[in-house]
């Protein structure tokens, strides 16, 4: 899609098409997650991408059409990006020591094999839900592009993916 493709469906969004807004939306929710990718860690790029097209939402009513949507969304974006930047800083940050010890790596292998034995009890659109977006870091969005499946079933795929593992540690691995 192109600028003047954003342009004229948040135009269109803001004399009262929700096709168009939903669109725009869609196609913000992309770049913003590409956009923030590029500048902040994975952990926080699905907030920073939420808050910003929360933004957009509460100051839509402020997008001048002659402007170019990008622009528009860019500005608020590298807001948000800051305000995340600034949240970051107050975060205390404790100094690490010179002489840390080199541990093996024992824990990892077995917490990752134990992992593994558990998503491989789960049905396995569950186990690739849980794999793609809670391990790999990709979006319901992508998930479900990826999958074939709505958004709406790999959240549900994930939700008792998740339940199930939960089921299996805490009562055993007999449970069904």
Do not use: C
């Not at 080199?102 to 491989?120: D, R």
């Not at 659109?125 to 709406?152: D, F, H, N, P, Y």
């Amino acid at each position: 899609m192109t600028e003047a493709d954003w342009s004229r469906w948040m135009a269109a969004a803001q004399a009262g098409n929700a096709e168009a807004y939903r669109r725009v939306l869609g196609e913000a929710q992309s770049w913003l997650r590409r956009f923030f990718l590029r500048r902040l860690p994975l952990s926080m790029v699905d907030d920073a991408v939420q808050d910003t097209l929360l933004a957009v939402h509460e100051k839509r009513h402020t997008f001048d059409p002659s402007q170019g949507f990008g622009p528009w969304i860019a500005a608020i974006a590298r807001y948000k990006w800051i305000d995340r930047l600034r949240a970051e800083r107050r975060v205390e940050i404790a100094a690490l020591d010179d002489d840390l010890p080199v541990e093996g790596h024992e824990e990892q292998v077995t917490t990752a094999y134990a992992l593994e034995g558990l998503l491989g009890r789960l049905k396995p659109a569950q186990a690739e839900a849980i794999r793609l977006v809670k391990l790999q870091g990709l979006s319901i969005e992508e998930a479900a592009r990826r999958t074939g499946q709505s958004m709406a079933l790999v959240k549900v795929n994930i939700h008792r993916g998740l339940n199930r593992m939960n089921a299996l540690v805490m009562r055993g691995s007999d449970v069904d």
